[in-house]
Antibody, heavy 123, light 107 residues
Framework: QVQLQQSGPGLVKPSQTLSLTCAIS??????????WNWIRQSPSRGLEWLGR?????????DYAVSVQSRITINPDTSKNQFSLHLNSVTPEDTAIYYC?????????????WGQGTLVTVSS | DIQMTQSPSSLSASVGDRVTITCRAS??????LNWYQQKPGKAPKLLIY???SLQSGVPSRFSGSGSGTDFTLTISSLQPEDFATYYC?????????FGPGTKVDIK
C-alpha cells in the first residue's frame, strides 16, 4: 500500500519560497512506472496541477506554465521523497497543496494522494 | 491548455437516486479522463480512470462512460456516503487540468 506523508510550513511570507516535502512509503521515487506530482486547491482556482517529476532512465520534469518560472520539483532518492519549491510567493499562492502519485502505464491517473497542507502566504 | 467543464455545478438528490454528472473537454482527449470524489477536509479519491475503468475498491454503483470530448459519471443508486464533490481530470497531456467540480448534496 502506497502512502504519501507531506511536511512543511503552513505560513510563508510574501516574496519568500514555499517548500514542501512528500515522503513515499510502499513505492520508490525512482520507479519507472510512476510520476510524482504536486497539485494545489483554492476557492478561486479550484484544483490546479503544478507539476511532476519521474524517472525513465533519466529524470524528467513537467511544470504548469502558470508557475513554470517559479517552481522546482526535486526527487531525493536517498530519502525516497520529493519536494516542491515555489519562489516569489504572493497571497495568490495561498492554497491547500497535495502531493500525489501518478500511475504511468497505458493511461495515467492520480491514485495515491498525500493528506494535504494548507499554506497561507501572509506577512 | 485543455479546458474541462462540468455540469451541473451542483445537484440535490435523495438516497437511492440515479445521479449523472457530465464532463466536457475543449478538445478530444480520447479516453484519458479520470473521475475523483472529494469530501470536506480530505484529498481527492480516484473513482474511475481511463473514462470507464473502476478503481480497485470503489463500489460498482459508480460507472463512467464517454470518449473524445464528452464523458459521464453515473452513480446508479446514491448512498449516504456519496454526498461529496466530484471532479473530472484529463490526463491526455500536461498540464493535467481538472474540471470545476460538481457538488452532490442531500435533497
Amino acid at each position: 500500500q502506497v502512502q504519501l506523508q507531506q511536511s512543511g510550513p503552513g505560513l510563508v511570507k510574501p516574496s519568500q519560497t514555499l517548500s514542501l516535502t512528500c515522503a513515499i512509503s510502499g513505492d520508490s521515487v525512482s520507479s519507472n512506472s510512476a510520476a510524482w506530482n504536486w497539485i494545489r486547491q483554492s476557492p478561486s482556482r479550484g484544483l490546479e496541477w503544478l507539476g511532476r517529476t519521474y524517472y525513465k532512465s533519466e529524470w524528467y520534469h513537467d511544470y504548469a506554465v502558470s508557475v513554470q518560472s517559479r517552481i522546482t520539483i526535486n526527487p531525493d532518492t536517498s530519502k525516497n521523497q520529493f519536494s516542491l519549491h515555489l519562489n516569489s510567493v504572493t497571497p495568490e499562492d495561498t492554497a491547500i497543496y497535495y502531493c500525489a502519485r501518478e500511475e504511468l502505464g497505458i493511461t495515467y491517473y492520480l491514485d495515491y494522494w498525500g493528506q494535504g497542507t494548507l499554506v497561507t502566504v501572509s506577512s | 491548455d485543455i479546458q474541462m467543464t462540468q455540469s451541473p455545478s451542483s445537484l440535490s438528490a435523495s438516497v437511492g437516486d440515479r445521479v449523472t454528472i457530465t464532463c466536457r473537454a475543449s478538445q478530444s482527449i480520447s479516453s484519458y479522463l479520470n473521475w475523483y470524489q472529494q469530501k470536506p477536509g480530505k484529498a481527492p479519491k480516484l473513482l474511475i480512470y481511463a473514462a470507464s475503468s473502476l478503481q480497485s475498491g470503489v463500489p460498482s454503483r459508480f460507472s463512467g462512460s464517454g470518449s473524445g470530448t464528452d464523458f459521464t459519471l453515473t452513480i446508479s443508486s446514491l448512498q449516504p456516503e456519496d454526498f461529496a464533490t466530484y471532479y473530472c481530470q484529463q490526463s491526455y497531456g500536461a498540464p493535467f487540468t481538472f474540471g470545476p467540480g460538481t457538488k452532490v448534496d442531500i435533497k
